[in-house]
């Protein structure tokens, strides 16, 4: 009778160990999350229009798949900033993460720690160098990018005359592709001498400082192309005060709201247009495929288009939203 009893006991014990153990393996893949189904985006800063649309898509996506998506971001693109969002997000243990790295090296080891939770990560927009982190990167082809400017900006000027680059922070993936790209294709054009890549630490006011010093030193320039929504409106400003608006001719780079009504009055010539959107639902079907065991892209590069005032009614498409 004892016997028996003891058995009994085992037995229950097994069949309760049996079922903890099932119920932390979850239903889709290992994650090593809390709660596999879960996925957390965090884009580069917060309520900016073309993170906001790479939200929407990514949403749209997750809730197709049968996920859940939430959005969390930090006040400012630095990595000193975004380090404690991720580190939140990695305590409540989702299955995946997308994220835009704020820095190629500095987001490393607070990543590294997230994938070493088991957590599935997902690069959207930005990457880290360190290739061994995510599972897929998605981006636009941002150093094609910079070369479809740069053939947009040599068009605008004739081909000739001292042009500008203005990008934002050093170490930024996507930007310093951009200003690579450009930089190698306007070498393509005899009539264009470039003055160099100025940077002005994401802020407007230094971006106009920049533009301003250099008409000082080149009264002939002839263009500029500034590699985000900072830098163009910065540029802007310098050229708005020097009564060079138009004259100088100006190519940004993305559409927000904003940037399509600058557009539309003439204080741009040309905005090359990404697709936040298609990155945000990529990244989900990345993420998603990685948890349930299936086959994952590591890169993948989506297209960009030049759209200037003539044909921005055809392109709409591409401009992004202020909200979901």
Known sequence: MRVAKRNAVVIGALVMIGTLVAGCVGGVGNSGGGDSKRLVLIPGVADEPFYISMQCGAQDEAAKLGYRLDTQAPTKFDAGAQTPVLTGVVANKPGGILIAPTHATAMANPLRQAEAAGIKIVEVDTALDDMSVAVSSISSDNNKGGALAAATLAKLVGEK???????????????????????????????????????????????????????????????????????????????????????????????????????????????????????????????????????????????????????????AKYFYKRTC
């Open 161 to 315: 005359g001292p042009v500008l680059v203005i990008n934002t922070k050093a170490g930024t993936s996507t930007t310093d592709e951009r200003a690579q790209g450009f930089q190698e294709a306007i070498t393509r054009y005899p009539g264009i001498t470039s003055l160099g890549v100025q940077y002005n630490n994401n802020e407007a006011a230094q971006a106009a400082s920049i533009v301003t010093a250099t008409l000082a030193a080149h009264p002939d320039l002839a263009g500029v192309f500034a590699t985000n929504l900072s830098s163009a409106e910065g540029a802007a400003t310098g050229l708005r005060n020097a009564n060079k608006l138009g004259q100088v001719k100006l190519v940004g780079f993305d559409a927000s709201p904003k940037q399509v009504e600058d557009l539309k009055v003439g204080t741009v010539q040309a905005l090359i247009a990404q697709d936040p959107a298609g990155i945000g639902a990529e990244g989900v079907d990345q993420a998603v495929a990685a948890l349930e065991g299936k086959p994952v892209t590591r890169n993948i590069q989506t297209a960009m288009i030049a759209i200037t005032h003539v044909d921005m009614d055809v392109n």
